[in-house]
C-alpha cells in the first residue's frame, strides 16, 4: 500500500496545484522559494521588534506575529520538497502529469480525448523528433544496451527454503549462440547449504505480471482497494476529523442558547457566552479551512480512475512491466512446490502451487534451469 499511497499523494498534488508540465512545476519552485525567503525575512524583522519591545504586550504581539508567519512557511517548506523530489523523478513525474490531464479532461468533457498541441510542449519539438529517431536506430541494433538484463523482481523474491534473497544471474548454453537468464538463491550461490532451484527469469516475471493483471481487471478488487485508500486518507488526518468534532458541538452549544433566550433567558452572562462561542466556532471553521487545504482528500471516483489506469500499461514495455510490479507487489517467495505472493493491499496474499499452474498451462518452465555454462 506504501507505493499506491505514494502515487496517490503525488497525484493530488499535481491536481491541487494545477500543475501539467515540467515548466509548470519548475515554476512552482522558483515561486515557492521566493515566497519562504520573502517570509522569512519578515519573520526577521518581527525577531528584530520583539527584542527591542518596550512592553510585555508589545513583545507578545511580535511573538504572535512571528508565529503567524512560521505557520505559513511550514506548509510551503512542505509543498517545495515535495515538488523538488517529484521533479528529481522525471519519468514517474511525466506519467502523473498525463493521469492529472486525462482526469481534467474526463470532468470537463467526460471522455478521453487526444488533440495534438493541446498542451504545451515539455522540449523542444526538434529535440523530440531526434529522441525518437535514436530510439528508432536503437529498435534496429537492441543489444547495444542491456535492458534486457534488468531484473524486476530483485529484492522482492525470497527463496521458501531458506528465506535468503533470489538474485538474477545468466547462463549460456552448449552451443555457447544463446545466453539464458533466471533467478538464483544466494544461498546456493554463496555454497551455504541451501538447494532451491533455480527459475527462469522470463517464465516467473511473466507469472508475476499475470497475477498483478488479475487484479487490476477485477472490478470487485479495484472497488475495495478504493474504499481502503479512502479510509487511509481518514487515518492519515487525525486533526481534521477532531476539529469538525469540536465544531459540531460548538454549534450545539449555540443551538441550546438560542432557545434559552427564545425563552425568555437573557442575561449578560448569556450574551457574553454566545459571543465567546461565536468567536470559537469561527476559529474552528478557519482551522478546519487549513487543514482541508493541507491535505485535500480525493473521491472515490478519483481514485478508481487512477487504479484503472494501470489496465493501460503495456506489459510488453520493459518500464511499464516494472511500475506494476513495485506498485503491486511487496514480496514473493518461491518454493520448489508452490510460489507465495504478498500484495501491497490488505489481505493481498495467494499461494499458488505448480501443479495448478500445470493445469493452467503457465507451468511448463517451472523446473526449467539455466542451460549450459553460467557466465
Known amino acids: 500500500m506504501r507505493n499506491i499511497k505514494e502515487y496517490i499523494s503525488e497525484f493530488r498534488f499535481l491536481k491541487d496545484e494545477n500543475l ?92 478521453d480525448i487526444v488533440k495534438l498541441g493541446g498542451i504545451p510542449a515539455i522540449v523542444p519539438q526538434d529535440l523530440f523528433d531526434r529522441v525518437q529517431e535514436r530510439m528508432a536506430a536503437n529498435k534496429k541494433a537492441p543489444a547495444k544496451h542491456k535492458a534486457e538484463d534488468e531484473y524486476l523482481l530483485t529484492t522482492k523474491l525470497f527463496c521458501g527454503k531458506c528465506g535468503c534473497f533470489m538474485v538474477g544471474e545468466s547462463g549460456t548454453s552448449h552451443q555457447k549462440n544463446k545466453v539464458h537468464r533466471y533467478y538464483k538463491c544466494v544461498s546456493v ?47 492519515e488526518n487525525t486533526a481534521l476529523p477532531l476539529l469538525k468534532m469540536k465544531y459540531a458541538e460548538t454549534q450545539k452549544a449555540i443551538d441550546n442558547l438560542l432557545n434559552a433566550i427564545q425563552q425568555g433567558i437573557l442575561t449578560p452572562s448569556t450574551k457574553q457566552r454566545m459571543e465567546e462561542l461565536e468567536q470559537q466556532k469561527s476559529e474552528l471553521s478557519v482551522q478546519i479551512m487549513k487543514e482541508e487545504m493541507i491535505k485535500p482528500s480525493l473521491t472515490k471516483d478519483q481514485i478508481v480512475f487512477w487504479l484503472y489506469h494501470f489496465r493501460k500499461l503495456n506489459t510488453d514495455k520493459l518500464e511499464h512491466r516494472s511500475r506494476l510490479i513495485d506498485s503491486f507487489v511487496n514480496a514473493i517467495f518461491l518454493y520448489d512446490d508452490r510460489i507465495t505472493f504478498t500484495f501491497n493491499y490488505k489481505d493481498g496474499s495467494k499461494t499458488i502451487t505448480f501443479t495448478e499452474l500445470e493445469k493452467s498451462g503457465l507451468g511448463s518452465d517451472i523446473n526449467a534451469l539455466a542451460a549450459g555454462n553460467r557466465n
Open 20 to 111: 501539467d508540465t515540467l515548466a509548470d512545476i519548475s515554476n512552482f519552485l522558483d515561486k515557492t522559494k521566493s515566497e519562504i525567503t520573502e517570509l522569512e525575512h519578515k519573520r526577521s524583522l518581527a525577531d528584530n521588534k520583539k527584542r527591542r519591545a518596550q512592553t510585555p504586550e508589545e513583545k507578545q504581539a511580535y511573538k504572535d506575529e512571528r508565529k503567524a508567519i512560521t505557520e505559513h512557511i511550514t506548509p510551503l517548506r512542505k509543498k517545495l520538497k515535495k515538488a523538488e523530489q517529484m521533479y528529481n523523478k522525471s519519468p514517474r513525474l511525466l506519467d502523473l502529469i498525463e493521469w492529472n490531464i486525462n482526469w481534467k479532461e474526463k470532468l470537463m468533457r467526460g471522455v
Open 189 to 235: 550461490k554463496n555454497h551455504k547449504g541451501c538447494d532451491k532451484k533455480t527459475v527462469r527469469k522470463e517464465w516467473l516475471e511473466n507469472l508475476v505480471i499475470a497475477q498483478i493483471r488479475s487484479i487490476i481487471f477485477d472490478d470487485e478488487l479495484i472497488d475495495n482497494l478504493a474504499n481502503s485508500i479512502m479510509e487511509l486518507q481518514g487515518d
